[in-house]
């Protein structure tokens, strides 16, 4: 089967769930199918892409000049015809290519309400402006969705909204979860050394989070939870890896606190750093407070053979009940924050081990079991297409795929 997948970006350039999950989901379709993407990339000297990806050059103020080199070079890869699936992974980059071909299905990935998203992050500003971007993002969204033939979503929370503020019917959106590379992400042989590499203490307990600093993420409530908590625990470390436009406010609310001792910043790493620190940790916390589709770091993680504790918003409470809900936190407010780690903290050893943690999502999250549920949904779209011929079930599309 063959796929045109488009996305907002490449991890390498522009680091972010969306785009870890693009990248990584391209790979897996690679070595069981095949596929070709489109990308808008920003750098021109951008080069180390894989060959089945296109990149769109994105850089430069004028946006009517990008929508219309986007939209060339999506028609000409349409226009081809080899594709069996067209699969938009972002909203704008679909409507940004004009009138869509509707020759082949098309299954869109619903990885968040972009325009919900948007006007969350910018917080209490109702200014006129706002306003018009809040209606043009959900009208762009909505168009995209009336074309779209199926949805895959990578959890129920995201089928909820998508049902609830884009009117889509709920018996075309077919839930299939997130998946890491378990060979990436492992636990480590010897985890003190690691620290010593990493430059961080052995005598600490360590604790991480790993977000985009923005303002859904919780990360200010976790700061002040361990504010209450250091007296009590004054050997715990809060390392927080991440870039974002609160990056600076985290660092002053830290300083505000009195707080450097215990709390380290690194910014963004570099993505071969990034499963070390999974590794080294005593626990990944996770304290959204808003819009968590999945959660790709929550696996990552727990991958490493690293528990993960946070609140029971969205993908988070969907991976972290199935495992172990009292990993879960009452709610995502500071005092719910502070409950829930000083429970953990005070009895660590109720906390899974790692290798039980590891087996979980070796069990449950590996591309080897998505990418068969992935391309039952592909078969689905192409069979209403073709009228009432039989489609396989998932459990043939695996044998067979």
């Keep these: 089967m063959h796929i045109l997948a488009t996305g907002m970006g490449w991890f390498s350039e522009q680091p972010g769930g969306l785009n870890r999950y693009f990248a990584d989901y391209l790979a897996a379709w690679n070595s069981n199918g095949s596929s070709r993407a489109l990308v808008r990339i920003c750098e021109a000297q951008q080069r180390d892409l894989p060959d089945y990806v296109r990149a769109v050059n994105g850089s430069g103020s004028n946006l009517v000049q990008v929508r219309q080199e986007w939209k060339r070079a999506l028609q ?133 989070t790993v977000r985009r600093l923005a303002r859904r993420m919780g990360l200010g409530n976790l700061i002040r939870a361990l504010d209450a908590l250091r007296h009590d625990f004054p050997n715990v470390l809060l390392v927080i890896v991440g870039g974002g436009e609160m990056y600076d406010e985290l660092q002053q609310l830290t300083r505000d606190l009195h707080l450097e001792n215990h709390v380290r910043f690194t910014n963004r790493l570099a993505d071969e750093q990034l499963p070390s620190y999974y590794r080294a940790a005593d626990l990944l916390v996770v304290p959204s407070v808003a819009l968590e589709g999945f959660g790709l770091v929550t696996l990552e993680a727990m991958a490493s053979g690293t528990p993960v504790v946070g609140t029971p918003v ?18 995502s407010s500071v005092h719910d924050l502070r409950e829930g780690l000083g429970n953990v903290l005070s009895h660590p050893e109720r906390l899974p081990d790692r290798g039980q943690t590891r087996l979980h999502v070796a069990q449950h999250y590996t591309w080897r079991a998505v990418i068969p549920q992935i391309r039952h949904v592909f078969d689905v779209a192409i069979g209403k297409r073709q009228g009432p011929a039989l489609v396989p079930s998932v459990e043939e599309t695996h044998r067979h795929g």
């Design 314 to 331: 969205g993908g988070t409470k969907e991976i972290l009940e199935r495992f172990d809900e009292k990993l879960l936190f009452g709610g």
């Design 76 to 208: 000409a890869e349409l226009k081809q015809g080899k594709f069996d699936i067209y699969n938009p992974h972002f909203a704008y980059y679909a409507w940004a290519g004009g009138g869509i071909s509707t020759e082949q299905p098309i299954v869109t990935h619903f990885h968040g309400p972009w325009a919900y998203e948007a006007k969350l992050e910018h917080g209490t500003n109702r200014s006129l402006s706002s306003q018009v971007r809040f209606q043009m993002q959900r009208a762009i969204e909505k168009r995209v969705y009336r074309q779209s033939d199926r949805f895959i979503v990578l959890s129920r929370y995201f089928r909820d909204e998508l049902v609830e503020h884009y009117g889509v019917p709920e018996d075309r959106v077919h839930i299939v979860p997130g998946a890491v590379d378990i060979e990436r992400f492992h636990d480590a042989e010897d985890r003190e050394s690691l620290r010593h590499r990493l430059k961080l203490p052995t005598d600490k307990f360590i604790l991480l």
